[in-house]
């Protein structure tokens, strides 16, 4: 809704027990946000229109609300320590009912000690994507464009030179959140819908040709496209896996059940490598050593069940229950060995590779 709040808990790695948990975080208009672990040992929380700073025991250290009346979705944290983070620029859920209209997004560099904001700058469009970033230069997948912005350390600089169009289809419509890998972005298109998911981004897709894989290359800011499932009503909210060292790319379609893997070559050029049906809609996690990749794949009735595939192949490796009802549409974490942490609206899962 439009006054939501936030908590952090510190949780027993392997029973997932509560063992700590902070005060109720100011919020506002509901959208998911982010949490990171700051060099300096604090955590950082970035929730509505909010940010914060607690310690590691989850005590409150700071807190600073953010200029615009929309969620702000999540931050990266740059190598001098400071947090960037922009509005959300989509459609929000009907419970939202009083944010902001839909305009360019902002970008917002915090402190990170204070929070307080200490550069801006409007881009020329709105964006839903998550930041990503490489070293000092922040990439902002916006409605029609990526974005490249450089923090000089004082000031946001956007590269006006750098183009990233990427919308080369009548009926195709925005990409969510970039991997920035191997001298590219990497990100999948056809994401407007979201704001209906109900449990499951089954049937939400709207756009009008089907989903690709977008690359935009870093140096000449020209993008490729690669359809992943060849179907309408394709939609995702989430980014794609990039294995640099194998040269494969995992994509999905989250509105047709459909995860598809492409080799691709020295200048970023794409071939089919495997396709399998699996209701995926969270942030893949790979194990590079291994080459296994996190998956999910949602049951309308039994729930969702966190799967295992090779990259190479795309062969079923292991499968369990998360537990979850819904779908997970949201970044799980790596954990400390074969393990991981996948969370949805309703649960957090620990999962293990034996």
Known sequence: GDGSISWVERIDPITLETIERSPDLPGGPTWPGGLAAHADGSLHVVFGRHAHRLAADCTLLASAELPRNRPYNSFVTLPSGHLVTKDFGGELPDAVTHADPIRPCELLVLDPVT?????????????????????????????????????????????????????????????????????????????????????????????????????????????????????????????????????????????????????????????????????????????????EVLLADHDPEAGESIVIVDIETGAEKARASSGSPVQSVLFGAAGFARDAYLCSFTTVTRIAVA
Do not use: K, M
């Open 115 to 291: 929070l307080a904001a200490v550069a801006s700058l409007e881009l020329p469009e709105p964006s839903v994507a998550r930041l990503s970033a490489d070293g000092d230069d922040i990439y902002v997948v916006g409605d029609t464009r990526l974005h490249r912005v450089r923090w000089d350390g004082t000031s946001l600089v956007r590269d006006d030179v750098f183009d990233g169009s990427y919308l080369l289809h009548e009926g195709q419509t925005y990409g969510w959140d970039a991997v920035i890998a191997d001298g590219a972005a990497w990100f999948l298109d056809d994401g407007r819908g979201t704001a209906a998911y109900g449990g499951s981004l089954r049937g939400c897709g709207t756009s009008g040709v089907p989903l690709h894989l977008v690359r935009v290359g870093l140096g000449d800011g020209a993008a490729t496209l690669t359809e992943v499932s060849g179907l309408d009503g394709g939609i995702v909210a989430n980014p794609p896996c990039v294995d640099p060292s194998r040269r494969i790319v995992v994509a999905y379609d989250s509105g047709n059940g459909v995860v598809a893997a492409f080799r691709y070559d020295e200048h970023g050029r794409t071939s089919p490598s495997w396709r399998i049906e699996l209701d995926h809609g969270c942030h893949p996690i790979l194990w590079p050593d291994t080459g």
